[in-house]
């Protein structure tokens, strides 16, 4: 390699190295944005978030902020998609199941385990099922419940024999949609999912499902 030659690699990993550190203070920028996004929203109704806000809250500049998110329905749509992330994670970790239990169980524990990462999360509850999401992000948010009720049904078959029956996915797709509409009811009377309605939830899902499955199935030979 010339002289030349190495000059030029030279400045080009000069480059390189510019640009990553110059991604990662953008990273770091994001994520402060992100996180001030959801302290706001824990207390401050979703309608009333504004940029200005976050950039105040994170002593971030409002021309920096417009960078990351230039509306605030982006910033909005981030802190969903990391909801989605963190609900799939919380919901199905493995399940410990007692010889006595049947697929309601498994109902039951994805319930409460839904409700305690909102519990934790007000800001999810804000943005999610407080009644005055903006519609792009109710949208995504009903594609995510799609992906969930398939994962339902995953964990139905990983421990007990199902029978496949017409319209599978869309089934446990409507009964994800029957457990948020409970918790969206209590939000907006009570400002939480009320221990009541996470019981009426856990009900209303089980009904529904025993419109197509029977009452009990036969575990899986390795239970």
């Known amino acids: 390699m010339t002289d030349e030659e190495k000059t030029v690699e030279k400045q080009k990993v000069t480059t390189r190295k510019r640009k990553s550190s110059s991604q990662a203070?953008?990273?770091?920028?994001?994520?402060?944005?992100?996180?001030?996004?959801?302290?706001?929203?824990?207390?401050?109704?979703?309608?009333?978030?504004?940029?200005?806000?976050?950039?105040?809250?994170?002593?971030?500049p409002i021309g920096s902020v417009y960078h990351f998110f230039p509306k605030v329905n982006n910033l909005l749509a981030e802190i969903s998609k990391q909801f989605e992330q963190q609900i799939m994670e919380a919901v199905f970790q493995p399940f410990s199941l007692k010889p006595e239990?049947?697929?309601?169980?498994?109902?039951?524990?994805?319930?409460?385990?839904?409700?305690?990462?909102?519990?934790?999360?007000?800001?999810?509850?804000?943005?999610?099922?407080?009644?005055?999401?903006?519609?792009?992000?109710?949208?995504?948010?009903?594609?995510?419940?799609?992906?969930?009720?398939?994962?339902?049904?995953?964990?139905?078959?990983?421990?007990?024999?199902?029978?496949?029956?017409?319209n599978q996915e869309k089934v446990f797709f409507h009964t994800v949609e029957i457990i948020d509409l409970m918790f969206m009811l209590s939000v907006n009377k009570h400002n939480e999912i009320t221990d009541y309605m996470a019981e009426e939830a856990k009900r209303a899902a089980i009904a529904y499902l025993r419109c197509y499955m029977p009452e009990y199935l036969p575990k899986k030979a390795d239970e």
């Open 25 to 60: 203070r953008g990273d770091v920028r994001r994520s402060i944005l992100v996180n001030a996004g959801k302290e706001l929203l824990a207390t401050k109704p979703v309608e009333q978030l504004s940029l200005a806000d976050v950039a105040k809250a994170s002593d971030i």
């Open 101 to 166: 239990d049947n697929w309601q169980a498994i109902i039951r524990a994805c319930v409460d385990r839904a409700v305690a990462l909102y519990k934790e999360n007000r800001a999810y509850e804000q943005l999610l099922i407080g009644g005055k999401t903006p519609a792009e992000i109710k949208f995504s948010d009903r594609e995510n419940d799609e992906e969930i009720g398939r994962s339902v049904m995953e964990a139905l078959n990983e421990h007990f024999v199902m029978m496949p029956f017409a």
